[in-house]
């Protein structure tokens, strides 16, 4: 009921992928989606060389589905995006996203190498610019979506039709994303498929602590705001002290050195791993107040599949 161009080009039953999200996206989460029937991805941004390797061999342990690494860009970082692009080569990864800014340095290696290239932007135009640059599909960040989305402020409602009128290839809706209403929605938009993030936070495989998990579910849908907007960014984080300070501090004309110690990776691992959920801001979006219970990664996709399967046979019965 839910092929799609996606499920031919991952090789996947259902096209739903597990966003890449920083020190939360491991072999064991990204293993677990795919035995589900959708897609797992490795979140490479935190990772040194050896523990990236380490990352996709324990994935392979794990399962014999496939999975793939995200690649993030946004750091600016050529070593380091070059070191993590090395390792999936030399492990025979097949699949790679890219995020943020252009993949066009990078996807000729990668497509050399016979990886399957997608990547993830927050607006239609970079979207056109990734398919001229030779990526495979696209996944859009729509308003709705945790962490970086861009500055236009526009819902997949929008910009997913935008998408697939002017693109060729695939395209992968992510944000808002957490049962099987918002799957059938974006199909209809002309997604071809989806990827969800803040519903995987609350999930068993999840690596973080308990009471960060707890944080998420009592989560209400107004509970997000927007940080990084004076800098010409948009970060959406879970509202707690961390992006309060940061906030008031924007106020005041910064830097986004000025920001770093509420934002960097120490704060942010208190917040996921230490039961400090004031520590740091954390990305998370407003489908968190739609998730009433951790379970396991299976559960929730099941649960997305069978929501949309019957929602799709009550339409069709209408």
Same mark, same amino acid.
């Given at each position: 009921m839910f092929k799609t161009r996606l499920n031919d080009l991952l090789g996947v039953e259902y096209p739903i992928i597990g966003g890449a999200m920083a020190y939360l996206s491991t072999a064991e989460l990204a293993a677990a989606v795919s035995n589900a029937g959708g897609f797992g991805l490795i979140a490479a941004v935190t990772l040194t060389r050896e523990e990236l390797k380490e990352q996709i061999h324990t994935c392979r342990s794990l399962t014999d589905k496939p999975f793939g690494v995200n690649i993030a860009l946004i750091h600016r970082d050529p070593d380091k995006i070059n070191q993590d692009i090395e390792v999936v080569i030399e492990e025979g990864v097949r699949f790679v996203e890219t995020a943020a800014l252009s993949p066009e340095p990078y996807v000729k290696k990668l497509k050399d190498s016979g990886i399957t290239a997608l990547h993830k932007c927050a607006t239609v135009r970079h979207a056109k610019s990734a398919e001229r640059a030779g990526v495979d599909a696209v996944t859009l960040v729509g308003f709705e979506a945790a962490g970086h989305t861009g500055l236009d402020d526009l819902p997949l409602s929008i910009m997913v039709p &935008?998408?697939?009128?002017?693109?060729? #290839?695939?395209?992968?809706?992510? +944000? +808002?994303? @957490?049962? @099987?209403?918002?799957?059938?929605?974006?199909? %209809?938009?002309? %997604?071809?498929?989806? &990827?969800? +993030?803040?519903?995987?936070? %609350?999930?068993?495989?999840?690596?973080?602590?308990?009471?960060?998990?707890?944080?998420?579910? &009592?989560? &209400?849908?107004?509970?997000?705001?927007?940080?990084?907007?004076?800098?010409?960014? %948009?970060?959406?984080?879970?509202?707690?002290?961390?992006?309060?300070?940061?906030?008031? /501090?924007? $106020?005041? +004309?910064?830097?986004? /050195?000025?920001? /770093?110690?509420? #934002? @960097?990776?120490?704060?942010?691992?208190?917040? /996921?791993? $230490?039961?400090?959920?004031?520590?740091?801001?954390?990305?998370? @979006?407003?489908?968190?107040?739609?998730?009433?219970?951790?379970?396991?990664?299976?559960?929730?996709?099941d649960r997305i599949v069978s929501q949309a399967k019957d929602i799709v046979e009550r339409l069709s019965s209408n």
């Open positions: &935008q998408a697939v009128d002017a693109l060729k #290839i695939p395209v992968i809706a992510a +944000g +808002g994303v @957490g049962d @099987g209403r918002a799957f059938v929605s974006a199909l %209809a938009l002309g %997604a071809s498929g989806v &990827q969800i +993030g803040t519903r995987l936070m %609350a999930s068993r495989e999840c690596p973080a602590c308990h009471t960060f998990k707890e944080w998420i579910v &009592q989560t &209400q849908a107004t509970d997000t705001v927007y940080v990084e907007r004076s800098l010409n960014r %948009a970060y959406r984080v879970r509202r707690n002290k961390a992006a309060e300070k940061v906030l008031e /501090l924007e $106020e005041t +004309g910064v830097t986004m /050195l000025d920001l /770093l110690p509420y #934002i @960097g990776g120490d704060r942010l691992r208190k917040v /996921l791993f $230490e039961d400090d959920v004031e520590a740091g801001v954390v990305p998370c @979006g407003p489908v968190a107040g739609m998730i009433d219970s951790v379970m396991s990664v299976r559960e929730i996709i």
